[in-house]
């Protein structure tokens, strides 16, 4: 990407400011390497919502979409917001509405005591599905309405089936269709007929019950898997459990179509932790790997890698928080990273 980029931070609540607090270095880092990078800071979240009522103001939000290239996120969710309406109005309303349909979210077992032979990628659909916020509460049932559209079905899997033929490895979609007859149906006719445009793919659907027990007991017989928003929110947290916890988990959500300026979004797959928050544990691995996939998107393909290495090199000289059965802080966690970049 040509030109001055524009990034907006936005670490949200919970470990989600610490976290981001350890991987913000990171832009002055991409500075000195020469990159022409300004930096955005919003202080949205729910101290923000609280003291001032308001969430993502259409202001805001203009700004973001306009004059952006991306953002990096921290994670929201706060118990004084028991419905989370400021989380919805915050980070789902920037995932729909920036029309962030693809959400990639690697597992990278870096650590010796996980089995660094598997190697699996979930596409989830970011933007649709039960998460589309249509429902109603009603004397006697409740009702989630769950809405997917041909578009961004087609958006998310021309995206996994381009990924597994770079990468040559095989796709399995996941699916109830055999329930989900209307929504799921649309899953799998899309899902085949891509198939039938790309041959030389590995592809192939599968019940998601029945993957869920495949998986765990064989992982490596998993490389790409594609799902909608709901099963692909449940099986990006257990793939992050191969590469040994929340804490570990990158992702990354972009617009394939680019209908505006900012078309990308990293975030940990990690929530705000308020069991962990303000204790200065968590484990910051996730926010790290994500900025790696936000320069990457970017087309900083070195820093990207550089960033990631520096993270495997710390975990392999031993560098673990307590979720990794380690003593390091998040700040000693995020200095042992951000030394072996030099900084
Ligand atoms: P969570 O991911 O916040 O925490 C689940 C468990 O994993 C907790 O025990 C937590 O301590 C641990 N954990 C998570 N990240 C960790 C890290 N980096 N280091 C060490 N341990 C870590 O999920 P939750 O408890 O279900 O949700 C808490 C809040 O976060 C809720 O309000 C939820 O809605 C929100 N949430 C937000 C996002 C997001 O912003 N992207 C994602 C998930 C959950
Ligand atoms: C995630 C989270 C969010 C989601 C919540 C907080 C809305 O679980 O990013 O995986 O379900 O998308
Ligand atoms: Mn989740």
Request: proline share 5%; charged share 20%.
């Amino acid at each position: 990407m040509a030109g001055g980029i524009r990034i907006a931070l936005i670490p949200g609540d919970g470990i989600g400011r610490e976290v981001m607090a350890e991987a913000r270095p990171c832009l002055d880092w991409v500075r000195s390497r020469g990159r022409h990078l300004e930096t955005l800071d919003l202080p949205l979240g729910a101290d923000h919502c609280l003291a001032t009522g308001e969430t993502l103001s259409e202001a805001t939000f203009a700004t973001l979409r306009d004059t952006c290239d991306g953002l990096l996120f921290g994670a929201v969710g706060d118990p004084r917001i028991p419905d989370g309406h400021h989380a919805e109005a915050i980070l789902l309303r920037l995932r729909q509405s920036l029309e962030l349909t693809v959400n990639f979210r690697p597992c990278l077992p870096l650590l010796a005591e996980q089995d660094g032979g598997i190697n699996l990628e979930v596409f989830r659909e970011n933007t649709e599905g039960p998460y589309c916020l249509q429902g109603s509460t009603e004397p006697g049932r409740a009702v989630d309405l769950a809405v997917h559209t041909e578009s961004a079905v087609r958006r998310l899997l021309e995206a996994a089936f381009q990924r597994a033929a770079e990468r040559r490895r095989p796709l399995v979609l996941a699916h109830k269709a055999n329930v989900l007859k209307h929504g799921h149906g649309l899953w799998v006719r899309i899902f085949e007929d891509l198939h039938r445009a790309m041959p030389e793919v590995e592809a192939r659907t599968m019940h998601a019950d029945a993957l869920l027990c495949a998986l765990v007991q064989a992982p490596r017989s998993f490389s790409l898997i594609a799902a909608d928003n709901y099963l692909g929110d449940l099986i990006s947290d257990l793939s992050a459990a191969f590469a040994g916890g929340m804490g570990m988990a990158p992702s990354l959500s972009w617009a394939p179509h680019r209908p505006y300026r900012c078309a990308a979004l990293a975030e940990p797959v990690h929530g705000s932790a308020p069991d962990i928050a303000g204790q200065g544990v968590a484990n910051p691995v996730g926010m790290f790997l994500s900025t790696a996939l936000l320069f990457r998107h970017l087309g900083w393909e070195a820093e990207a890698a550089d960033l990631e290495d520096a993270v495997a090199r710390a975990l392999a000289a031993g560098a673990r928080t307590q979720d990794l059965g380690g003593t390091l802080s998040t700040k000693e966690m995020g200095q042992a990273i951000r030394s072996r970049l030099g900084t």
